[in-house]
Structure formats: C-alpha cells, structure tokens
C-alpha cells in the first residue's frame, strides 16, 4: 500500500455530529477520521462536490410557533385569573356547602393556573427565541457525492473554513480526474 504523501489541507469538526473528528486532503484520496472511525474517499471516484449554507426553516417555523403560544398564555392568564378569584370569591359567600364548596375549590385551581401562565409564558418563549437561533445559525454542509452515493459532513453554522477546504478539494478533484 503506497502513502497518501503530505496532506493538503485538514478541517476539524468542532460541534454537531461529527465533533472531534476531521477531513485531510491528500493528493489523490479525502481521508474522514475521528474516535473509532476511519474513512478514505479515493479523489477519481468522487463525481461532484457540493457545499452550502442552509438555515434551518422547519426550527424558524417551529420558534414563530411557539412565540405566538407564549402571547396566547401571556394575554390569557389575567383574565383568567381574575374571573376564576371573582367566581372563587361568590362561591365562598354562597356558603361553601355542597356543589358550592367543589366549585369554589375548582375556581381556586384556575386561579393558581392563571398566576402560573404568566411563567409558563416565559419558559415557553426562551424556549422558542432558543430554537430560533439554532435555525437561524444554520448548517454548512460538504456533500460528496459519488456514483451510487453521498457523503454528508455538516458543520453548524457558516463556516468559511468549510468552504475554503471544499474550495481545495474540488480543485484536486478537477485536477485528479483530468
């Protein structure tokens, strides 16, 4: 088996699913390797190489989402807070007794309710402004395809150290196959 030679370019993967692993381009093979994982891609059977930046729609969608249920709860907890203390209230000077006494109980749990809406409002948008940026930092993903396949490498984020290694790569993939 000959040596690859000297190595070209290198990128590491620092997050996502592929951290702690890297790419090393050597003149005639793409070489993948991390913890327990050892991949050599030979440069002449690569058909095309493929780089871009996504943002993440479906998490985007999701966080618009999510901030409209966070106002939803946030416009509902006084009313109902306050209708539930008033309804609380009338069902306490009924005298308590009976149907009257259950329903005062029942009026005290949505009242409780209301005054947790507020806080379930404010997890519920940090939760949403979170997601939202994850869609919104996106993905820069290196496709590789070959004859019968593809190989995927994502990185998160734009990562203009992808795109230069991908900028090297096609170029010793156009040369290899000429």
Do not use: N
């Amino acid at each position: 088996m000959s040596e690859p030679g000297a190595p070209i370019a290198r990128f590491d993967f620092s997050g996502g699913s592929l951290r702690g692993s890297h790419l090393t381009l050597y003149a005639s093979c793409l070489v993948h390797q991390g913890a327990g994982l050892l991949e050599t891609l030979p440069l002449a059977s690569i058909a095309s190489v493929r780089v871009a930046f996504e943002r993440d729609e479906r998490r985007i969608r999701w966080a618009i989402g999510l901030l409209v249920l966070a106002v939803v709860l946030l416009v509902l907890a006084g009313p109902l807070e306050s209708y539930a203390a008033k309804a609380a209230a009338q069902m306490a000077a009924g005298g308590g007794q009976g149907v009257s006494g259950l329903l005062e109980g029942v009026f005290g749990v949505f009242e409780a309710l209301g005054r947790l809406l507020p806080a379930a409002a404010a997890l519920v948008a940090l939760g949403a402004i979170a997601l939202g940026a994850f869609g919104w930092l996106g993905t820069t993903r290196l496709t590789v395809a070959f004859a019968g396949y593809e190989r995927d490498y994502p990185a998160r984020g734009r990562d203009t150290k992808l795109l230069d290694f991908t900028e090297l790569l096609a170029a010793q993939v156009v040369s290899v196959t000429r």
